[in-house]
């Protein structure tokens, strides 16, 4: 089955660096996706990455893939109070189960302390 | 360009009452989803819709809920009648086209969604 795992909390200081992990199900993910999401908004497409590559990088956000473990994580470098939200990683389901929703985690808090 | 517009941001209503949100997507967007946000959790697919067509709607409450996407743009959720379990945001998402079993990226857009509370 699809299935999406977060851990639920992550609190850091102003500066420091921020990783979020995620951990998914289905091996035939074609795209693994992050997304963040502030209070009272809708989700905001932050970043993606391809099944075939292990890692992109986009100014601040790091992503990176183990495909053998179903690991993704993302890494926001110099993490500021503005970044304090949800965020949320989800995967396009591959095979016949690709009609291109997204199965999303329960989502992170993140909570940037000054 | 403009991004997908929601309406009504806020719902209260009773328990067994009905509700009625809209979604205006993307211009030129083909596909359409709409998903359930429980506070405290992700979202969950209700229904997808490629143009006017239902591509995907396994999860969604078909003796309570509809949805309609007439001339496959605008769409149309209603739930009636309502439950208590049914107090959530209601997300419209939108994305370019869909390429079944294929690598093309056709992220999702989403608008801001619906709150609903039933009392």
């Known amino acids: 089955g699809e299935d999406v795992e977060q851990s639920l909390f992550l609190s850091v200081r102003e500066g420091d660096s921020s990783v979020i992990n995620c951990t998914y199900t289905?091996?035939?993910?074609?795209?693994l996706y992050w997304y963040k999401q502030e209070p009272g908004a809708g989700l905001q497409l932050l970043t993606y990455?391809?099944?075939?590559?292990d890692m992109k990088q986009d100014q601040r956000l790091t992503v990176l893939l183990n495909k053998k473990d179903k690991h993704l994580s993302l890494r926001i470098a110099d993490t500021q109070t503005g970044d304090s939200a949800i965020y949320f990683c989800?995967?396009?389901?591959?095979?016949?189960?690709?009609?291109?929703?997204?199965?999303f985690g329960q989502g992170t808090t993140l909570q940037v302390k000054p | 360009e403009a991004g997908v517009a929601q309406s009504p941001r806020y719902k209260i209503i009773e328990k067994r009452q009905s509700v009625a949100f809209w979604c205006n997507p993307i211009s030129g967007h083909a596909t359409l989803y709409w998903y359930q946000q429980i506070l405290g959790q992700g979202p969950k697919l209700l229904i997808q819709?490629?143009?006017?067509?239902?591509?995907?709607d396994s999860q969604l409450p078909k003796d309570r809920f509809s949805a309609e996407r007439l001339k496959g743009v605008d769409s149309t959720l209603k739930i009636q009648p309502a439950k208590l379990e049914d107090s959530a945001v209601y997300l419209c998402?939108?994305?370019?086209?869909?390429?079944?079993?294929?690598?093309?990226?056709?992220?999702?857009?989403f608008g801001n969604g619906t709150r609903l509370t039933v009392t």
């Open positions: 289905d091996s035939s993910s074609t795209y």
């Open positions: 819709f490629q143009n006017n067509g239902v591509v995907d």
């Open positions: 990455i391809f099944s075939n590559m």
């Open positions: 998402a939108s994305s370019l086209f869909l390429n079944p079993g294929g690598p093309y990226n056709s992220p999702l857009h």
């Open positions: 989800a995967e396009t389901p591959g095979g016949s189960s690709n009609t291109g929703k997204l199965i």
